[in-house]
């Protein structure tokens, strides 16, 4: 296939929406944003080896390619509306493009998010998205604005994702006659197909004090949030929300390295005023998302991880591009 190939391929697959008067097909598209609300920008960049295994299946990749993006938007309490896919490729490879978008074509119909342009070169593996959306005026959550006092959460269960890359790059022998069969397949889904968590973002905003997606890991993620509102975070261990499948093949201790410091779980971390934090974890578990209570604000900097006594535990650190993996 030529680029125009590609690009002819790609078109006939994106979501329609009346506010895109001009898609895939000229310079840049024509986009008619929304008069009461702020346009959100979100970019990521996913390469191969780095961010998914070389045999990733590319409609996981499409998947997660789109859903990283949609994260960035849901911590700002933005509802997605519109796509740019700049795709790089060692080959023009028809069948493997074809599975790319079923898997990109798939969650961006769930949130009705059109793709209205983008690039298409010859190169490494390397998929970048820039995904837009709207907030209302003064309703878009930031890094910025966690309070002493707060009560912190997290959607979702944590360490999920990055469990799934460890059974992935090393799996064990049995692992497929084995009774664990099934947790090891739930994990390495949480890894290829994290859930946005779009729906809780319309319920987050204007209620939500401070929040920010754990892409990096818990720990890491919340300190930005600490740096951010120049105040203390103390983080429960105990407290940290486990899967029933991560529970099956990891013991407590095993498991809080993954859960503190693991990426790639896209849930959403917020604080949120102590008075309001029951109602808005009510709601959000009547709308199908799951939210826990994991810490609080303080005064002070910095991110504590404590056991049950209250003492400091020693803190997993997150994901560093341009440095080594996580470690203790």
């Not at 069969?181 to 204007?206: D, K, M, N, S």
């Not at 720990?219 to 103390?234: N, Q």
């Not at 959403?268 to 109602?279: K, M």
């Not at 002070?300 to 400091?312: E, Q, R």
Request: hydrophobic share 50%; charged share 20%; net charge negative.
């Amino acid at each position: 296939m030529m680029e125009f190939d590609l690009i002819d391929r790609i078109r006939a697959r994106v979501v329609r929406r009346g506010d895109v008067r001009l898609g895939i097909g000229d310079d840049a598209a024509l986009l008619v944003p929304h008069a009461t609300e702020r346009l959100v920008a979100a970019c990521d960049t996913m390469n191969v080896g780095v961010h998914f295994p070389p045999d990733t299946a590319p409609a996981d990749i499409g998947w997660k390619a789109l859903a990283v993006n949609l994260s960035d938007l849901a911590a700002m309490g933005a509802t997605p509306a519109w796509a740019l896919l700049s795709l790089s490729l060692p080959q023009p490879d028809a069948a493997w493009l074809d599975a790319f978008l079923d898997g990109f074509s798939e969650l961006a119909a769930r949130h009705d998010v059109a793709l209205v342009g983008g690039d298409t070169t010859r190169g490494a593996l390397s998929i970048c998205v820039t995904a837009l959306g709207f907030v209302p005026h003064a309703q878009a959550l930031k890094r910025a604005n966690a309070h002493p006092g707060d009560i912190v959460c997290v959607t979702g269960t944590l360490g999920d994702a990055a469990a799934g890359l460890q059974r992935w790059e090393h799996p064990a022998p049995d692992a497929g006659a084995s009774a664990d069969a099934e947790a090891h397949a739930f994990l390495r889904r949480r890894l290829a197909r994290p859930t946005p968590r779009v729906a809780a973002a319309a319920i987050l905003r204007g209620r939500a004090r401070a929040c920010i997606d754990v892409s990096d890991g818990l720990v890491a993620d919340l300190g930005h949030v600490a740096r951010a509102s120049a105040v203390a975070i103390d983080i429960d261990a105990a407290a940290l929300p486990a899967s029933n499948a991560l529970r099956r093949l990891a013991d407590a201790a095993g498991r809080l390295p993954l859960q503190a410091a693991g990426g790639d779980d896209y849930e959403l971390a917020f604080t949120v005023a102590q008075i309001d934090c029951d109602a808005l974890l009510a709601d959000l578990i009547a709308s199908g998302t799951p939210a826990t209570r994991i810490g609080r604000v303080r005064d002070g900097d910095g991110v504590a991880l404590l056991d049950p006594a209250g003492n400091p535990l020693p803190v997993p650190r997150g994901w560093r591009h341009f440095a080594e993996s996580a470690a203790t």
